[in-house]
């Protein structure tokens, strides 16, 4: 069975524009996250998606906003880029269950020049 | 609150050595606890879990022992070898809609 698959898997943008990242969840699974992971640093939660609803913030700001399809699939949408911004965007799948194993996809690097 | 601490990096160990990689963490009720690898370039692989106190997760010669009386989930292996060179993160999730915190990661680096 496949894995979690993110696309792109690298990014160049610019200060001020705006990126998709997009996360296809292991099949079966109906619960997709995003983290940011900053370099030499331990990912940080963005959001959490089950069922097409948003089931969970992290402390992001109000640029970054996340949507699920009605196959479980996920974008990660950043407005406004921050050269803060650049690190790689990891997306994880699970089946929703409190406390269980999340499965991390190859993740999206993004660098902001 | 929740939140997990790791030992600092970088680990240099030579091959066939004994590895230890401490981990403590804070939580509110009971957490599942996790170990995930990251080799570079990539992404997270779990490389063992435990969901209960006293569980022992194990895995490619990795084991880790979930202790409640002292908040700790140390991951060892008694002979590493050169492939085992990443990055090593702790993880627990405990909140309903799971949500996982993580520690920030320790080094290592195997020589033969």
């Known amino acids: 069975d496949a894995g979690v698959t993110q696309s792109p898997t690298h990014l160049i943008k610019t200060r001020g524009q705006q990126v998709t990242l997009r996360c296809s969840p292991i099949?079966?699974?109906?619960?997709v996250s995003w983290y940011q992971q900053v370099l030499g640093q331990g990912p940080q939660f963005i959001f959490q998606y089950y069922e097409k609803e948003e089931r969970g913030r992290g402390n992001f700001p109000d640029r970054f906003s996340a949507r699920q399809f009605p196959n479980y699939s996920s974008e990660l949408n950043v407005n406004a880029l921050l050269l803060g911004d650049s690190a790689l965007y990891l997306c994880?799948?699970?089946?929703?269950?409190?406390?269980?194993?999340?499965?991390f996809g190859p993740g999206t690097r993004l660098l902001v020049l | 609150g929740n939140s997990v601490t790791q030992m600092e990096g970088p680990v240099t160990l030579s091959e066939e050595a004994f590895l230890t990689i401490n981990c403590t963490y804070t939580?509110?009720?009971?957490?599942?606890l996790f170990w995930y690898v990251q080799y570079p370039g990539e992404g997270l692989q779990l490389l063992l879990k435990?969901?209960?106190?006293?569980d022992k997760g194990s895995n490619k010669g990795f084991e880790a022992t979930y202790r409640k009386e002292t908040t700790s989930f140390h991951l060892e292996k008694g002979s590493v070898q050169v492939s085992d060179s990443a990055v090593y993160f702790c993880?627990?999730?405990?909140?309903?809609?799971?949500?996982?915190?993580f520690g920030s990661g320790t080094k290592l680096n195997v020589k033969p």
């Open positions: 099949s079966g699974h109906k619960s």
């Open positions: 994880a799948s699970g089946s929703g269950g409190a406390r269980e194993t999340q499965y």
């Open positions: 435990a969901t209960k106190a006293d």
């Open positions: 939580a509110t009720g009971y957490p599942s």
């Open positions: 993880a627990l999730t405990g909140d309903n809609f799971n949500k996982f915190y």
